[in-house]
Each structure stands twice: as C-alpha cells, then as structure tokens.
C-alpha cells in the first residue's frame, strides 16, 4: 500500500510549576518586617531576589551557599516594598521549618515531576496553591508525582505530613 506511517510523538503532559535549584548568594533583613529576609538567589543563568519568611527559623549565615528549591514562574510580586521573582519551598511541622535543599545539583538545574515537563509560563499564587505539595517517606511529591533533580528524588528528612509553602 506504500503507506508511511509516522510513530506519534508522545509529549509528556506540563507540570504547572517551573521548579528549579537556586543558590543563596547574600540575605538581608526586609526594613520594617519582623519575619523577612531578601535573598539573591544563582540560577546559574540567572540572578533573583526573592522574599521569605524564613527569619524565626533561620540565621543568615545558616542559609547563604544553600541551594533550595524555588518556584521561578510565580508571577512577581512585592512584599512590604521589596520585589520577589518566586517563591522558595520549605517543609514544615509543629513548628519546625527547613528549606528543600538540593545539595547536589547545580544552581539552575530544573526540579522535575515524573513524567512531565515544567511550565515556562508564569503563574499566579492561586496556581501555585492547587498544587499538592506532600513529604512521603522522606521523599517529596507534587499532585501525587515523585520530584526529581537530574534522575535523582528530591528528599528531604522533614517527617511525613508536613506542609510544603
């Protein structure tokens, strides 16, 4: 019948976040905000400021070198005056906080839920929100999907049951 027939292209689904692994290069205290601090943030291709909460649960010197885990599609937004480009994950329980870390990927590198392809777009808060963001056995899951960094599950040692902001 001389029919060429071409294999379909299966491209994997989009995940709805742009996670990616970001080093901390300097922290200031936000003027005025008891719980603030702006960090700089290596993306390896990029730099960005970013605003956390992370002041009661963190000194300066404890965070900076880190690579954690941001969410660099949230549309920016000011807090208290200060520009954040994204959002940076951390697990927490009874009053116990901690970064995700990425301790052995390169700054930049793309955070990555099975199967699916991150999301260029930038997002709103209410998007990032829906995503389920959940620890299982030490292991880290968005909407029911393994994270992983190169291969390599994204881990943390925060107990089961803590929420992700």
Partial sequence: SGEIIFPKIEQNPTFPLNLR?????KIDRVDGADKLYVEQMDLGD???????GLVPYYKPEELIGKQVIIVSNLKPAKLRGVQSAGMLLAAEKDGKLQVLE????????QVIAEGHINNP???KYDVFEKVKLEIKGGKVFANDLQLKIGGEDLT????????IQ
């Fill in 46 to 52: 990029e730099q960005r400021q970013i605003v956390s």
């Fill in 21 to 25: 692994v970001a080093k901390i290069t």
């Fill in 156 to 163: 943390t040692t925060m107990p089961d049951g803590s929420s």
């Fill in 121 to 123: 777009e930038q997002i």
């Fill in 102 to 109: 990425a301790p052995n990927a390169k700054p930049g590198d």
